[in-house]
């Protein structure tokens, strides 16, 4: 039986861990211009490097979902803690690009062990106020990425380097081991009939309508989150501190839609909610992306709409299936990381074929494909 006192320490840890994670995701916006310069690389290289991240992410959502049915929470989160911190160690000492792949992906393993874990218990730490609770352990996400953009512009222009902040941001990660080895972790039971709705998941075409949303909502979130500030610097030539301010401003509104989001998704439904926002997200994309350089704050703007849309799909997920809630979350994530793999590499691509203008309007596209889905979805699922 889990105590109020315990609850509240295993919230703050959870709460905790999006924070440190964020720390680390939010770095690679403001390292890639370094990686590239460092290991003379172009975009292209860079995506399929990062896409090792997601091949890790792929690997760590197909695990997590079935241990946390078969081992417990408690279990994933000491697997996701260990991995991730060693990933992040490893990141100070990268010389070349097979250590950055590798660092990328060890860490992508750890990170989605972690992130199946949590998105899976929220739900279950918080009946009747699920996107309220939801939203607000991302919120820290959003938080720990406008902490870690906010820091990174400034100490790089310090002249600290890429390495000696992921050494620092190895000490964050060091504390999640701590941390998830003394939490208490509720005992959740599954029976034994649900391995037949395993089965079933898999022919379920719903599965697939998520998988196409999620999909389209990672893209949106990582197009902006990687190449919103190469696409400021090469476009109209910003200088590094300019361009972080308006990233800054993209993952501050970010944190706080997430912060607030929950309360007005409670309000509307969550799947009524999640089509507004998704609206007004492609809407500021692309108006800013048609004012170039004046528009840059409507593109900031839209991290205040972005911001709910992957925990609120977590949300209308384990509504929709709340049997085997863990395993659908991990079935879907697994296989939308496989597409957005292909996807994401495409941008990279584009980037050096287009130019990172034209590239950049994958975000609002990315943005109107899971709006039409959410659409189709909404007709299935009444919340």
């Known amino acids: 039986m889990t105590t109020k006192s315990n609850k509240t320490f295993l919230i703050f840890t959870l709460f905790y861990i ?74 100070p000492f990268t010389q070349n690009i097979f250590m950055l792949g590798l660092f990328y992906f060890i860490y992508g393993v750890g990170r989605q062990f972690l992130c199946i874990g949590i998105d899976s218990m929220i739900p279950i730490l918080s009946v009747g106020f699920e996107s309220i609770l939801m939203n607000i352990t991302h919120f820290m996400f959003g938080l720990g990425s406008f902490a870690g953009q906010n820091a990174y512009g400034k100490l790089l222009s310090q002249g600290i380097s890429w390495r000696t902040i992921y050494f620092y941001i190895g000490i964050f990660f060091v504390a999640t081991v701590i941390l998830t ?95 507004i926002f998704l609206f007004l997200a492609a809407l500021c994309l692309t108006a800013g992306l048609q004012l170039k350089q004046d528009g840059l704050m409507l593109v900031a703007a839209s991290g205040l709409f972005i911001s709910i849309i992957f925990p609120t799909m977590m949300v209308i997920i384990s509504s929709a299936f709340k049997q085997n809630s863990s395993f659908a979350i991990g079935l879907i994530v697994t296989i939308s990381d496989i597409l957005y793999v292909v996807l994401f590499n495409m941008t990279g691509a584009l980037n050096d074929l287009l130019g990172t203008y034209a590239a950049f309007y994958a975000a609002p596209a990315s943005v109107a494909g899971c709006l039409l889905m959410m659409i189709f979805i909404s007709k299935k699922v009444k919340l």
């Open 181 to 275: 080895a003394i939490i208490k972790v509720p005992n959740i039971q599954v029976t034994n009939d649900k391995s037949l709705n395993k089965k079933d998941l898999y022919k379920n075409p719903l599965i697939y309508m998520f998988v196409i949303a999620l999909t389209f909502g990672l893209v949106a979130e990582s197009v902006i989150q990687t190449w919103f500030i190469s696409y400021m610097r090469e476009s109209y030539s910003l200088s590094p501190a300019d361009a972080s301010t308006y990233a800054s401003i993209f993952f501050l509104l970010f944190a706080i839609g997430r912060l607030f989001g929950g309360f007005i998704i409670n309000k509307t439904g969550s799947c009524k909610g999640l089509k």
């Open 18 to 91: 999006y924070f440190t994670m964020a720390l680390f995701d939010s770095a690679k916006g403001n390292f890639i211009p370094f990686y590239i310069e460092e290991f003379q690389i172009n975009n292209t290289v860079i995506s399929l490097i990062l896409s090792l991240s997601t091949l890790g992410n792929i690997i760590g959502s197909f695990l997590g979902g079935q241990f946390c049915e078969k081992y417990g929470h408690k279990t994933v989160y000491i697997i996701g803690s260990v991995t991730s911190t060693i990933g992040v160690l490893i990141a």
